[in-house]
């Protein structure tokens, strides 16, 4: 039986997009060979990368935001194969009872365009780059993480 198994804990960053888990979080699942997922302390994640358009309908944390983060480590640690990956995703936010409208089409859309980050996580982990917050405190000043190099931050107005 698939659920999760303990509580999710994190701290942002400074560039206000990105957070770290401030303790391990488990997910046991019934997909693949791999039935229990631990996604480590210090793991960065963005929750849900969904385009600034849709943050009204899909905010990047909701009740699938436990999900996400099973999801973004999924992707970055390859383990197992991309749609055992997106079927846990859908698994999850099951388990999170996200309403069955919103995870179909969350599910459809990492199956959809899930491809390119898959690729650029295994581009980036060829090259060495990681996605474990140092540790102690977080960086003080703003920064974007390397493996978040693509994303482009809004422009900010100064009053």
Request: proline share 8%; hydrophobic share 40%; with cysteine.
């Amino acid at each position: 039986m698939s659920r999760f198994l303990d509580v999710l804990v994190v701290s942002p960053l400074a560039d206000g997009y990105t957070w770290y888990l401030d303790r391990p979080f488990g997910y046991r699942t019934d997909i693949g060979a791999t039935k229990t997922i631990v996604v480590p302390s210090c793991f960065e994640t963005d929750f849900a990368s969904v385009p600034s358009p849709l943050w009204a309908i899909f905010p990047k944390w909701g009740t699938y935001g436990s999900a996400a983060i099973v999801h973004d480590w999924l992707y970055w640690r390859q383990e197992l194969r991309r749609d055992q990956a997106d079927a846990v995703f859908l698994e999850a936010m099951t388990d999170s009872r996200v309403k069955p409208w919103k995870r179909r089409i969350l599910y459809h859309a990492v199956r959809w365009f899930g491809g390119a980050a898959w690729r650029e996580n295994a581009s980036l982990r060829a090259r060495g780059v990681t996605r474990m917050q140092p540790a102690g405190a977080p960086p003080a000043g703003p920064r974007r993480p390397s493996w978040k190099r693509w994303t482009v931050l809004p422009r900010r107005r100064w009053a």
